[in-house]
Nanobody, 122 residues
Framework: LRSAAGVWGGLVQAGGSLRLACVAS????????MGWYRQAPGKQRELVAD???????DYADSVKGRFTISRDYATNMVYLQMNSLKPEDTAVYYC????????????????WGKGTQVTVSS
């Protein structure tokens, strides 16, 4: 998985916006789930949002109404639009994809991006 922050980079003031993007590539048969997790210093990694092949979504309560996850099924990309950012959103954000490969469609494999630092200043 390859991920990157939007044109604003990974540093933004409180109240600002940032867009994360991630792409999955390879011999992919299907991707049942793509999503974003985050891990703040001293805390466990937590789900931010995910989106399934049927386009249903889940969000952490802390980001509902502020973050929007979307997916381009043709290009295997997933996006996270983050608005009204707060200092408590500061964390490393990880892209996640649950993949079925063409060579092994019976099983799924979980992949993680390397992480993108998002820092929200007050």
């Amino acid at each position: 998985l390859r991920s990157a922050a939007g044109v604003w980079g990974g540093l933004v003031q409180a109240g600002g916006s940032l867009r994360l993007a991630c792409v999955a590539s390879g011999s992919i048969f299907s991707i049942p789930t793509m999503g974003w997790y985050r891990q703040a210093p001293g805390k466990q990694r937590e789900l931010v949002a995910d989106i399934r092949s049927g386009a249903s979504t889940d969000y952490a309560d802390s980001v509902k109404g502020r973050f929007t996850i979307s997916r381009d099924y043709a290009t295997n990309m997933v996006y996270l639009q983050m608005n009204s950012l707060k200092p408590e959103d500061t964390a490393v954000y990880y892209c996640h994809a649950r993949v079925r490969h063409i060579s092994n469609i019976q099983n799924v494999i979980d992949y993680w991006g390397k992480g993108t630092q998002v820092t929200v200043s007050s």
